[in-house]
């Protein structure tokens, strides 16, 4: 090739970015040996396994099984959804399906799958469906046998067809036939809104879909325009995120049209984008709160992280999870797909809150955090210091309370759903959320009905217990006075009735929530649960103090 020709070449291969300097076209062309020579072994190995292996080979659910172990070394968020998982993908991104309209769940390992919650307004709910009703049959097919995504899949279907749902009421002694008409479901993200304290407005978004910002914006509109309120609070507490441009939008709802939401950086720079408000804002000087917790990530971080920087809002609650990571989907042979992270977002100030570092594992597997100690320091609009690297922190930080480990058995506990099942077939109706309150005689009830079916719960002061008793025992420390031993065996043994009296508050709490859920749905749910919210009462708090509101968005604060 002449000199002319080949200095041409290069000249148009660095116009299209495909010019590698030596080692990097050596790395490239390294990579792709060991991709095609592992891929050869893996099919080697599928084949030979297959047509060798002493007993029944289940090829699909193997490979499976391999490629879920591989993705799972990388990070959480990137997985392969194969075709019979489709639909519940989906789901989660349109919040869509066409079904019955309800929540499933299995009593225990081999029992029936019961009703847990028709959605308010569903097919189920109009039919009569209640919490506890048991599945017996779906059309013709006996399902006592089947699992949760069996039974599932069948009660889904074709919008405006029926389906006959075979059910069993407890304290009944007949099963009974129910005729619905599947419909297009439609889970309404924003799950309630209203107003606290005559005018300050309240919006609770539990998800990220492709129509999220829709609802936020009518729920926000109606609150403004037919409550005219004159603060907001948009809660994102245990919100895990969804769809990206969701976030975007409702961001750009509250700040001026082309403002920078995110950036993304991937290794491939032709796929870095930046995200700016495409829309003209609705409202750009009402003042927010936004309301975060351990468990607001993704989508929440954009929106909550994003308005911070820009000094658009003040947050409350706790630091967020701190997933600064953006996946996208890939199309792969019948009809499956790969979720896969192929970016880091960057809000406004230039930080990433990204937690856990999946790059640099633990010799065991493990991932480590972020400490504090290496973040940095970025600055809002107005020049106030945040930091990166550990999820967003709020200006405003309210302790949850720890809650024992006791209530998490408890609420998951198939004798707890029972009582109140039983609760709610003796009582109609219930006053409004507002005014309903927990019997100190309900509680009461509830601990005999625990003790009688035999309720246990995980202890880990308990098992630490054990294995220092194990260790002390082993060097010698207990052969001679044990008095203190015993002393604290004796503190730290299960006693329900001690628990439930030390916990009462919170026991009665949970079990006030879900008796509400029977009568007044998600939204009773969460009505319950911002009675006697502190992060709540603080966001409320910091909104009505206009000159506190200022000084914690300036520099001065």
């Given at each position: 090739?002449?000199?002319?020709?080949?200095?041409?070449?290069?000249?148009?291969?660095?116009?299209s970015g495909l010019v590698l300097f030596p080692a990097q076209a050596q790395e490239k062309k390294d990579n792709h040996f060991e991709v095609s020579k592992n891929l050869e072994i893996f099919n080697a190995v599928v084949k030979e396994t297959e047509m060798f292996y002493v007993d029944t080979f289940d090829v699909e659910k193997s490979v499976q099984r391999g490629i879920r172990a591989m993705l799972g070394g990388l990070d959480p968020y990137t997985e392969y959804i194969p075709e019979q998982e489709m639909d519940d993908?989906?789901?989660?991104?349109?919040?869509?399906?066409?079904?019955?309209?309800?929540?499933?769940?299995?009593?225990?390992?081999?029992?029936?799958?019961?009703?847990?919650?028709?959605?308010?307004?569903?097919?189920?709910?109009?039919?009569?469906?209640?919490?506890?009703?048991?599945?017996?049959?779906?059309?013709?097919?006996?399902?006592?046998?089947?699992?949760?995504?069996?039974?599932?899949?069948?009660?889904?279907?074709?919008?405006?067809?029926?389906?006959?749902?075979?059910?069993?009421?407890?304290?009944?002694?007949?099963?009974?036939?129910?005729?619905?008409?599947?419909?297009?479901?439609?889970?309404?993200?924003?799950?309630?809104?209203?107003?606290?304290?005559?005018?300050?407005?309240?919006?609770?978004?539990?998800?990220?879909?492709?129509?999220?910002?829709?609802?936020?914006?009518?729920?926000?509109?109606?609150?403004?325009?037919?409550?005219?309120?004159?603060?907001?609070?948009?809660?994102?507490?245990?919100?895990?995120?969804?769809?990206?441009?969701?976030?975007?939008?409702?961001?750009?709802?509250?700040?001026?049209?082309?403002?920078?939401?995110?950036?993304?950086?991937?290794?491939?720079?032709?796929?870095?984008?930046?995200?700016?408000?495409?829309?003209?804002?609705?409202?750009?000087?009402?003042?927010?709160?936004?309301?975060?917790?351990?468990?607001?990530?993704?989508?929440?971080?954009?929106?909550?992280?994003?308005?911070?920087?820009?000094?658009?809002?003040?947050?409350?609650?706790?630091?967020?999870?701190?997933?600064?990571?953006?996946?996208?989907?890939?199309?792969?042979?019948?009809?499956?797909?790969?979720?896969?992270?192929?970016?880091?977002?960057?809000?406004?100030?230039?930080?990433?809150?990204?937690?856990?570092?999946?790059?640099?594992?633990?010799?065991?597997?493990?991932?480590?955090?972020?400490?504090?100690?290496?973040?940095?320091?970025?600055?809002?609009?107005?020049?106030?210091?945040?930091?990166?690297?550990?999820?967003?922190?709020?200006?405003?930080?309210?302790?949850?309370?720890?809650?024992?480990?006791?209530?998490?058995?408890?609420?998951?506990?198939?004798?707890?759903?029972?009582?109140?099942?039983?609760?709610?077939?003796?009582?109609?109706?219930?006053?409004?959320?507002?005014?309903?309150?927990?019997?100190?005689?309900?509680?009461?009830?509830?601990?005999?009905?625990?003790?009688?079916?035999?309720?246990?719960?995980?202890?880990?002061?308990?098992?630490?217990?054990?294995?220092?008793?194990?260790?002390?025992?082993?060097?010698?420390?207990?052969?001679?006075?044990?008095?203190?031993?015993?002393?604290?065996?004796?503190?730290?043994?299960?006693?329900?009735?001690?628990?439930?009296?030390?916990?009462?508050?919170?026991?009665?709490?949970?079990?006030?929530?879900?008796?509400?859920?029977?009568?007044?749905?998600?939204?009773?749910?969460?009505?319950?649960?911002?009675?006697?919210?502190?992060?709540?009462?603080?966001?409320?708090?910091?909104?009505?103090?206009?000159?506190?509101?200022?000084?914690?968005?300036?520099?001065?604060?």
């Amino acid at each position: 090739m002449q000199r002319k020709n080949i200095l041409a070449w290069i000249g148009a291969c660095f116009l299209s970015g495909l010019v590698l300097f030596p080692a990097q076209a050596q790395e490239k062309k390294d990579n792709h040996f060991e991709v095609s020579k592992n891929l050869e072994i893996f099919n080697a190995v599928v084949k030979e396994t297959e047509m060798f292996y002493v007993d029944t080979f289940d090829v699909e659910k193997s490979v499976q099984r391999g490629i879920r172990a591989m993705l799972g070394g990388l990070d959480p968020y990137t997985e392969y959804i194969p075709e019979q998982e489709m639909d519940d993908f989906k789901h989660l991104v349109t919040g869509e399906y066409a079904g019955i309209g309800s929540y499933i769940r299995q009593r225990n390992e081999r029992g029936h799958v019961m009703i847990v919650e028709p959605f308010e307004g569903s097919p189920a709910a109009e039919a009569g469906l209640k919490a506890g009703d048991l599945i017996i049959a779906i059309d013709t097919t006996e399902v006592s046998t089947f699992t949760n995504d069996k039974v599932s899949e069948l009660l889904r279907g074709v919008p405006n067809t029926k389906v006959t749902v075979t059910i069993q009421r407890p304290g009944e002694k007949k099963p009974r036939k129910v005729d619905i008409i599947r419909r297009q479901i439609q889970e309404n993200q924003v799950t309630w809104y209203g107003v606290k304290q005559d005018s300050i407005g309240y919006i609770y978004l539990k998800s990220f879909t492709d129509k999220s910002a829709q609802e936020v914006k009518e729920a926000f509109l109606d609150l403004r325009d037919n409550h005219h309120i004159k603060q907001l609070v948009l809660d994102l507490r245990n919100n895990g995120g969804g769809v990206l441009e969701s976030a975007v939008q409702i961001v750009g709802m509250f700040v001026p049209k082309g403002s920078v939401v995110l950036s993304t950086k991937s290794k491939h720079p032709q796929m870095d984008r930046t995200y700016r408000t495409s829309s003209e804002p609705i409202d750009t000087v009402m003042p927010l709160a936004v309301l975060i917790n351990g468990n607001s990530a993704s989508a929440s971080e954009i929106v909550s992280g994003s308005l911070q920087d820009m000094d658009r809002a003040v947050l409350v609650g706790q630091r967020s999870y701190g997933k600064g990571l953006v996946q996208s989907t890939r199309d792969l042979p019948y009809n499956g797909s790969l979720k896969v992270t192929i970016s880091k977002y960057y809000i406004p100030s230039g930080r990433c809150i990204q937690q856990l570092d999946y790059t640099h594992r633990r010799a065991d597997g493990s991932v480590a955090a972020i400490p504090d100690s290496l973040t940095h320091v970025f600055y809002t609009s107005n020049g106030r210091p945040v930091r990166d690297g550990g999820g967003v922190r709020p200006e405003f930080e309210v302790k949850e309370p720890k809650l024992p480990t006791m209530l998490y058995y408890l609420a998951v506990d198939t004798a707890f759903f029972d009582f109140v099942t039983n609760w709610a077939q003796q009582h109609k109706e219930i006053p409004p959320v507002e005014d309903f309150s927990v019997s100190d005689a309900d509680f009461e009830a509830l601990k005999a009905y625990e003790r009688e079916k035999g309720f246990t719960y995980d202890r880990q002061s308990e098992k630490a217990l054990k294995n220092l008793k194990e260790v002390a025992e082993f060097e010698g420390y207990l052969e001679g006075d044990t008095t203190w031993f015993k002393t604290l065996e004796a503190k730290l043994t299960p006693d329900l009735d001690r628990d439930f009296d030390r916990f009462k508050t919170e026991v009665k709490k949970l079990l006030e929530t879900e008796i509400v859920k029977r009568y007044y749905y998600q939204k009773g749910e969460l009505l319950a649960g911002l009675k006697d919210d502190d992060v709540l009462a603080k966001a409320l708090e910091v909104l009505s103090n206009p000159a506190l509101y200022r000084k914690t968005l300036t520099i001065e604060n």
